[in-house]
């Protein structure tokens, strides 16, 4: 299974990113600038975390015109997985591949903590391994995680299963109905505030973020080997 | 040669958290009299156009393709020439 990870000026996870995958699943993943267009060769996009393009006008709105979006469009439309995290969940609500958008955290401080979160749908490419109703814990770094979409859509993804992740206990940000983590409706496409690369090994604090990289693989394996 | 003057606010329904912050500095500075404060954008875009319509649609189409996110933001403009 081939990864690439989108790398934008501002982005700083992008090598946690390449770690992660070298350590859980030891796949092939290439760093891809954000100026190439063709992502064809690759069969999974990650969109890392960090402040592309300085966060300027709002978090995400600069990069996603950058010609690599082309790119993760036709991935997505062709049902390939792309993974938002953080900054990265942010650029794919910009370009219109997952619904909402992230106001300021509603108590304004930039929040860097380990945060308890509920996989609240395990039926999805990225989170099959993990239990339903599970608790894992996930590293969260940012200022604005504070995820907004109106009443029609909040019930469209409460009945489409499109919430994936919510925050347990203490909410970090003010997010409407807790949620932490939501995908598209065709479930190829999912975006997190948390930061599953940042947990992989123990010193880390938590390994609970390696199952979301074999959750990946075992879905590309299965459907490579239903082919 | 047009300038536009466009200001970008959140959508009423979306809560404010900065704006909620500066109307409580207001109230610690004792101007008791604030009973709400939005903060939004104000941006100032120079066009090359030759008549205003012209301009016009281009502001628009900025605004919805980048200025201004519809999920949480309006907008609106004052155009005059430059």
């Known amino acids: 299974m081939r990864f690439a990870v989108l790398v934008f000026p501002g982005s700083n996870c992008d090598i ?12 092939p993943i290439d760093f891809v600038w954000h100026t190439q267009r063709n992502l064809d060769d690759y069969d999974a996009i ?49 370009a219109g591949l997952l619904p909402g958008a992230m106001r300021m955290n509603d108590h304004l401080k930039f929040r860097c903590d380990i945060q ?6 395990n039926s999805l490419p990225f989170t099959q391994d993990y239990q339903m109703n599970e608790t894992i814990r996930l590293p ?32 970090p940000n003010g997010s409407v109905d807790d949620i932490a983590g939501v995908c598209n409706q065709a479930g190829n496409v999912l975006g997190l505030m948390p930061h599953p690369e940042r947990a992989i090994v123990e010193w880390m604090g938590s390994q609970d973020g390696g199952k979301m990289f ?8 299965e459907k490579i080997g239903a082919a | 040669m047009y300038k536009a003057t466009i200001t970008v606010r ?8 900065q704006g909620s912050a500066v109307k409580g500095s207001l109230h610690s500075l004792g101007f008791a009299a604030v009973t709400d404060v939005r903060i939004g954008k104000t941006m100032e875009v120079w066009i090359s156009a030759t008549e205003s319509a012209e301009a016009e649609q281009k502001v628009d189409e900025m605004c919805q393709k980048l200025l201004a996110n519809p999920v949480i933001e309006t907008y609106d403009y004052e155009l005059e020439g430059a």
Request: charge should be negative.
């Open chain 1, 16 to 27: 946690d990113c390449e770690k992660a995958i070298q350590k859980v699943l030891g796949e």
């Open chain 1, 46 to 94: 990650i969109v890392p975390g960090g402040f592309s393009y300085g966060d300027y006008l709002r978090a995400g709105a600069l990069a996603r015109f950058s010609p690599v979006m082309e790119g993760v469009v036709k991935a997505a439309t062709e049902g390939k997985l792309v993974l938002g995290i953080c900054n990265g969940f942010q650029i794919l609500q910009e």
């Open chain 1, 116 to 121: 308890p979160l509920t996989v609240v749908n």
């Open chain 1, 140 to 171: 969260i770094a940012h200022g604005q995680g504070n995820f907004y979409c109106d009443e029609a859509t909040h019930y469209e993804l409460t009945q489409k299963g499109q919430i994936v992740f919510r925050y347990q206990g203490d909410n």
């Open chain 1, 214 to 221: 074999t959750s990946m693989l075992r879905y590309w394996e």
């Open chain 2, 10 to 17: 959140l959508k009423p329904s979306v809560l404010d958290p």
